[in-house]
């Protein structure tokens, strides 16, 4: 089992930056990408950005060159966001791919955006 834990939602204006954070632990040898995903309310649960254990970055499109993701040997998972938008305010989840498991799924954090 991996637990996922998201920290540095908050309320920002447009134009600001934020840091989420995602501390994992358990079996953390097991995991093969880690990802963020935001929720908007009424709408689907998107992928934002993904990271493999190779170091293998994507993105979507609407975040490409301004937010970046990182982790340090998927122990913790980082998702710097910059110039964000209204449109940007959603809850984010952390995401892990464990190899012979469930994928594991954080709590959530609320980020919104004020125009």
């Known amino acids: 089992q991996v637990q996922l834990v998201e920290s540095g939602g908050g309320l920002v204006q447009a134009g600001g930056s934020l840091r989420l954070s995602c501390v994992a632990s358990g079996i953390i040898f097991r995991i093969s990408a880690m990802a963020w995903y935001r929720q908007a309310p009424g709408k689907q649960r998107t992928l934002v950005a993904a990271?493999?254990?190779?170091?293998?970055t994507n993105y979507a499109d609407s975040v490409k060159g301004r937010f970046t993701i990182s982790t340090d040997n998927f122990k913790n998972m980082y998702l710097q966001m910059n110039n964000l938008q209204p449109e940007d305010t959603a809850v984010y989840y952390c995401n892990a791919d464990v190899l012979g498991s469930n994928n594991a799924w954080g709590q959530g954090t609320q980020v919104t955006v004020s125009s």
């Open positions: 990271i493999t254990r190779s170091g293998n």
